[in-house]
T-cell receptor
Framework: AQTVTQSQPEMSVQEAETVTLSCTYDTSESDYYLFWYKQPPSRQMILVIR??????QNATENRFSVNFQKAAKSFSLKISDSQLGDAAMYFCAYRTVYNFNKFYFGSGTKLNVKP | DSGVTQTPKHLITATGQRVTLRCSPRSGDLSVYWYQQSLDQGLQFLIHYYNGEERAKGNILERFSAQQFPDLHSELNLSSLELGDSALYFC?????????????FGSGTRLTVV
């Protein structure tokens, strides 16, 4: 069964600094998608970034980038130039190409941003 | 506003009662997914509907049921409520069966069972 592990329940970063959130997953599939979602205090779940497993190039979205290590089954999120608005819960999620009905979510990492 | 509308935002009810949570997907989205977010369980997949048909079930209790109507809105029915059912219930939608670009989530319904 697929599992997603976020080993950092909470992290803190100084405003304007860089922080990396970790995520590992377990799967026997070769094709899949990986996602990072942000959940601010408003409770909304916002898609931050996605990565297709067949792509070797790491995805980037403005200040957000990932370090995708397929062999290690690792998918970390780097937030550069952290802003106060980045403070939120961040969830890593996995979905295979074939089991499109559901995502597997990690338990989340709470990110605090200090002014 | 993500385009996915969930009502009500908050719900407080007593044990043993029954409630209905409603979700209107983003315009054009045919798939609706329900998730439960408990404090210690993270996000758990409950059920998926596509264009009115149930497509997959996850960790959904027999006391829970759902349906998707012809206008594509969906309802999640929770009955014989227990204290442990207190959670945030999310609805998410995607255009097709496969959410390659991820889901669009609603803002959730906070259910408190007392």
């Amino acid at each position: 069964a697929q599992t997603v592990t976020q080993s950092q329940p909470e992290m803190s970063v100084q405003e304007a600094e860089t922080v990396t959130l970790s995520c590992t997953y377990d799967t026997s599939e070769s094709d899949y998608y990986l996602f990072w979602y942000k959940q601010p205090p408003s409770r909304q779940m916002i898609l931050v970034i996605r990565q297709e497993a067949y792509k070797q190039q790491n995805a980037t979205e403005n200040r957000f980038s990932v370090n995708f290590q397929k062999a290690a089954k690792s998918f970390s999120l780097k937030i550069s130039d952290s802003q106060l608005g980045d403070a939120a819960m961040y969830f890593c999620a996995y979905r295979t190409v074939y089991n499109f009905n559901k995502f597997y979510f990690g338990s989340g990492t709470k990110l605090n941003v200090k002014p | 506003d993500s385009g996915v509308t969930q009502t009500p935002k908050h719900l407080i009810t007593a044990t043993g009662q029954r409630v209905t949570l409603r979700c209107s997907p983003r315009s054009g989205d045919l798939s609706v997914y329900w998730y439960q977010q408990s404090l210690d369980q993270g996000l758990q997949f409950l059920i998926h509907y596509y264009n009115g048909e149930e497509r997959a079930k996850g960790n959904i209790l027999e006391r829970f049921s759902a349906q998707q109507f012809p206008d594509l809105h969906s309802e999640l029915n929770l009955s014989s409520l227990e204290l442990g059912d207190s959670a945030l219930y999310f609805c998410a939608s995607s255009v097709r069966l496969a959410g390659e670009n991820g889901y669009t989530f609603g803002s959730g319904t906070r259910l408190t069972v007392v």
